[in-house]
């Protein structure tokens, strides 16, 4: 299983949190011999005297960063990794960062944005979390959001959790979180939730009545069945069926098994294009501990036909 990702756009305001972003853009870049697309937004609240085009390498005093030069990047990843890039740099001026972000991943072609979020104040918060989920619900193509560490760039993915609703794009799914799984070698872990049916109590029944055992034992061989249906090369993958609230149980499942990665899809059952974002997939985004991949069913897809069929 592979990505077909060609171009990575990397919105920058070249503070801690893009870095942490950035080693990841870069491990991607390196894995499918992509061209990171490094974008700074200048935005009305940005301090005048300063130009992040200052901060980024050029070959001579004289040449100018535009967005027509690919240059070659030395790069270390957050795998360790280490080699060499394309590169392209752009800036702009905006007054809506996300709105900028989303129309340069439509113009370029873009496959993947990587971004960090929650990044510092100043300069236009291009990194900031609403910023961040606008550009999720918005963006054409799969979007890669990476929380901001203290430590800078942050671990490597050593566990990938792929949590999906047994939907028809849930095979779409778990062939990029497969793919995924495999650029990091990290194993894979499928994750169900029930949900658990509540009811009013004006109908005189238990509010929270536990979900049919038969339901979660039809739950995991659904996932067993879509588990043994990927062609992965890397550890084999781990299936868990749980009972309860999904975007709460996601997080606190992620938590609780250390997951370096989540891989999921924007809508599920019920989503449709016009809500560009389904509650549980917002939620997950929002609270989750590590970085998060999303992708949306009706947006590009990074696997090809074959693969998905396979």
Do not use: W
Request: glycine letters at 4%; a negative charge; hydrophobic letters at 40%.
């Amino acid at each position: 299983m592979t990505l077909n990702l060609d171009t990575i756009l990397f919105p920058t305001d070249f503070s801690d949190v893009a870095e942490g972003a950035f080693a990841h853009a870069a491990h991607l870049a390196l894995q499918y011999n992509a061209t990171i697309h490094v974008f700074n937004v200048v935005g009305p609240d940005a301090d005048e005297s300063a130009n992040p085009m200052d901060f980024l390498p050029v070959r001579s005093a004289e040449e100018t960063p535009d967005e027509e030069a690919v240059r070659k990047m030395d790069v270390q990843t957050v795998t360790q990794e280490r080699g060499t890039v394309p590169v392209v740099y752009a800036q702009t001026n905006s007054d809506s960062p996300p709105d900028a972000i989303v129309n340069r991943a439509e113009e370029q072609d873009i496959d993947l944005v990587v971004m960090g979020t929650r990044g510092r104040r100043g300069m236009n918060r291009l990194l900031s979390g609403s910023v961040s989920e606008v550009v999720v619900r918005r963006a054409p193509c799969p979007v890669f959001t990476v929380l901001a560490r203290d430590e800078g760039a942050g671990p490597a993915i050593n566990r990938v959790l792929a949590p999906v609703d047994l939907s028809d794009q849930s095979e779409l799914v778990l062939n990029h979180a497969a793919a995924l799984s495999e650029s990091y070698a990290a194993p894979l872990d499928l994750l169900h939730v029930v949900e658990e049916a509540a009811y009013p109590n004006v109908y005189g029944l238990d509010p929270l009545a536990p979900s049919a055992p038969n339901v979660q034992d039809r739950a995991r061989e659904a996932l067993e069945t879509l588990a043994s249906e990927l062609d992965l090369r890397t550890d084999p993958v781990n299936v868990h069926v749980l009972a309860g609230n999904a975007a709460r149980d996601i997080v606190e499942f992620a938590e609780d098994q250390v997951a370096d990665l989540i891989v999921m899809a924007t809508h599920g059952r019920t989503g449709l294009e016009r809500f560009l974002i389904g509650s549980v997939a917002e939620k997950v985004v929002r609270r989750a501990p590590c970085p998060v991949f999303t992708l949306k069913s009706f947006g590009k897809s990074l696997v090809s036909d074959t693969d998905e069929r396979e």
